[in-house]
């Protein structure tokens, strides 16, 4: 157990720290509970199959005490990821979410629908940045320098397995992140039709200038 806070790798114990993170930071960067009937489609969707399917990708800050307060995780090739997620992940949750009506009817609904098509991730545009990720600090734990060593740490990651480049997608409407995601160095991918997302790249090399 560290006695200040660390990034180190993500364990088992940290799955419900890790689904409270998600949820309390997924709606725009800001807790999704007061706007969601049903929050945990968020872990469901964008953290949990990350941390059973590619565990080995996922990191966490520590406090200082055990308790993860943050967290970077994601994989190194998106399109087998998308079809791992399909076969191996969605059947282990389609019961308790299943899939909603064209078009949904409620913000819940089109969260699940998102969980039940992976391909979304798939896009051609994409391609040259065959990693994606996902990272999410407690609010208190943000603007302190933490986001920053771990996306560092996951980029080394990546380095080490020769992945190229990396790519997220993020709420157009969350700027805070976007400013974060600026210094970090990642620059807008053009895709046709994004909706209300944004897609950001960049190259996994010069982690170390961060």
């Given amino acids: ?55 080995h990708l996922a990191f966490v800050l520590d406090d200082g005490r055990g308790r993860a307060v943050g967290y970077i995780l994601g994989t190194a090739d998106t399109p087998r990821f998308a079809e791992a997620f399909r076969t191996t992940w969605l059947p282990l949750v389609a019961g308790r979410y299943p899939a909603p009506p064209r078009p949904p009817r409620t913000p819940d609904e089109a969260i699940a629908g998102l969980l039940h098509h992976p391909e979304r991730m798939v896009l051609p545009e994409l391609a040259g940045h065959p990693a ?45 992140a976007r400013a974060f995601y600026d210094r970090m160095g990642f620059e807008e991918i053009d895709v046709p039709e994004p909706g209300e997302a944004t897609y950001l790249g960049r190259t996994t090399k010069e982690s170390d200038r961060l």
């Avoid at 960067?29 to 399917?53: C, M």
């Avoid at 208190?140 to 190229?164: K, N, S």
């Fill in 132 to 176: 994606h990720l996902h990272i999410d600090l407690l609010p208190g734990w943000q603007g302190r320098g933490h986001g920053r060593r771990l996306m560092r740490t996951f980029l080394r990651a990546l380095q080490d397995r020769g992945v190229p480049a990396v790519h997220l997608s993020m709420a157009t409407a969350n700027t805070r």
């Fill in 1 to 55: 157990m560290t006695t200040s806070p660390a990034i180190r790798p993500y364990r088992p114990e940290d799955r419900p720290a890790l689904e409270d993170i998600c949820v309390r930071t997924a709606h725009h960067g800001e807790d999704s509970r007061p706007h969601y009937a049903d929050p945990g489609i968020f872990p469901v969707t964008f953290a949990a199959p990350y941390v059973h399917l590619e565990p």
